[in-house]
């Protein structure tokens, strides 16, 4: 526990967290409360007016759920603080897994590198709470391929929970398959098959409990849609690659591999590396699979690393001298930690402001501004949070390519004339949008529109009365 709470601390220390600094915090939230009051899971958007009715499922809906709850009954603190807790008892859970099959030196190491991996992505978010589902299924599969045994049928359930949480549950699936094969390769020719037949048979009640949500087997389908809208994945800032022209945790851990592979001592199991190169290869191509990356790899390294630590060429009273300093500080550091956690994080559970147009959407209410709105991507969730019916929010894979690829080119004013048809096509009455936005340059001298208010974060312009789209 000591070593947990010492790697939050550090992660906590080393980078700047901001849970709720992601604006479709504000949009889960309002999914959620929309599910509470009507009873149903959407299957159909009810809250844009660019494509009302759109065939749309909150494959998220349980921890949209979760977090409206948490939000209604905490407040923002509560929301924030339990989403910290989550992701402390994600690494409680890998710093437990370590301590088993390493010195406690290597595992707070260990654990505090995937905290920090991780934390680049600790969002209030659904996929924060799928988290410690991650940790627990892979640390159970590994568990019962090191045993010679079959997964616990329990996970099924597990996997069920995760399905209605997270779209990552797929994740899961494709460890299952790949540590399937590590399981039958372990094994006497003999004994290959009987293996794989019952982690066959676990994959498959895996899948069929994956399904258990409202979106049935079409939710094992939607994780795959992102990868097709190349022009979604351009533009959102969390499917972009990494940028290695700044500090990248990511970049350390590729050399360090690089290093420990080109001294050729360790060994891992040929399956164990082709999964851990194919997690690099997601990290690399999509910047917020680096959190997956930093918790899923001590996991499959744990054991071959453990054993090579153990040979007698590594001999263990230098890392039994520092075991001892931490046995001798774990009385008082606890209490300590739980201190300035609390202390760190207390003035960070307030919404980003950059993401909270709140003074510009009041604003606009006391001017009696009403009717379609042009927004900026990020203040969409701010809009739904506020019953606002928005043109665009985070919910990329309703808009598709076409729409979020004509907005983009009239917000950058790539074409003009893409502004211009979208305040037409689309009636649009009002704009909400940030005041660095380049749309602005050709609103001001548009005839018929006017700018109403503006400020730090947000500007509203609205279309005269008279105009003809104002009719």
């Known amino acids: 526990m000591l070593i947990a709470l010492f790697a939050v601390l550090s992660v906590l220390g080393v980078q700047k967290i901001d849970v709720l600094a992601d604006p479709d915090t504000y949009l889960h939230i309002a999914v959620g409360h929309w599910i509470l009051e009507h009873g149903v899971v959407p299957a159909a958007d009810p809250f844009s007016h660019s494509l009302p009715g759109a065939g749309w499922i909150a494959h998220e809906w349980l921890a949209q759920v979760a977090l409206y709850a948490l939000y209604q009954t905490a407040g923002w603190a509560g929301l924030g603080g339990v989403v910290t807790l989550v992701f402390a008892g994600t690494l409680a859970y890998l710093t437990r897994f370590l301590l088993t099959r390493m010195e406690p030196v290597h595992a707070l190491l260990f654990a505090i590198y995937a905290g920090c991996m991780m934390a680049g992505h600790l969002l209030a978010r659904p996929h924060v709470l799928a988290w410690p589902l991650l940790a627990v299924w892979i640390g159970s599969l590994v568990i019962a391929v090191e045993k010679d045994s079959t997964p616990r049928w329990g996970l099924l359930a597990l996997m069920a929970l995760w399905a209605n949480l997270h779209g990552s549950f797929m994740l899961g699936i494709a460890l299952a398959c790949g540590l399937a094969m590590d399981a039958t390769l372990r094994q006497p020719h003999s004994q290959r098959l009987a293996v794989a037949l019952r982690w066959s048979k676990f994959i498959a009640l ?253 500007v509203v312009q609205l279309r005269k009365s008279g105009t003809p789209e104002a009719q």
């Not at 979604?232 to 499917?239: F, H, P, T, V």
């Open 206 to 458: 895996a899948l069929v409990a994956a399904m258990v949500t409202p979106a049935g087997w079409h939710g094992i389908v939607f994780p795959f849609q992102m990868v097709n809208m190349a022009f979604s994945l351009d533009l959102i800032g969390e499917w972009s690659s990494p940028n290695f022209h700044e500090p990248q945790l990511l970049e350390i851990w590729l050399l360090l591999a690089l290093a420990t592979a080109c001294t050729g001592r360790l060994q891992l199991p040929w399956v164990r590396l082709m999964l851990i190169l194919a997690l690099t290869h997601l990290a690399l191509k999509h910047q917020r699979n680096v959190s997956l990356l930093g918790l899923v790899t001590p996991f499959l390294v744990a054991s071959p690393l453990g054993q090579f630590w153990q040979t007698p060429t590594h001999p263990r009273r230098n890392v039994e001298s520092v075991d001892r300093v931490f046995q001798a500080l774990a009385a008082s550091a606890v209490l300590v930690a739980l201190l300035l956690a609390l202390a760190a994080q207390t003035q960070r559970f307030v919404p980003a402001a950059r993401n909270t147009p709140a003074a510009a959407v009041d604003a606009a209410g006391r001017l009696g501004v009403f009717g379609p709105v042009l927004n900026a991507y990020e203040f969409g969730g701010y809009l739904v949070f506020r019953s606002i019916p928005v043109f665009l929010d985070g919910r990329a894979d309703m808009y598709g390519d076409t729409l979020l690829q004509r907005y983009q080119s009239a917000m950058t004013l790539t074409d003009p004339a893409t502004l211009t048809g979208l305040l037409t096509d689309y009636h649009i009455r009002w704009t909400l949008l940030s005041p660095n936005t380049p749309a602005l340059v050709l609103l001001d001298r548009m005839p018929g529109w006017e700018r109403v208010y503006s400020d730090a974060v947000a």
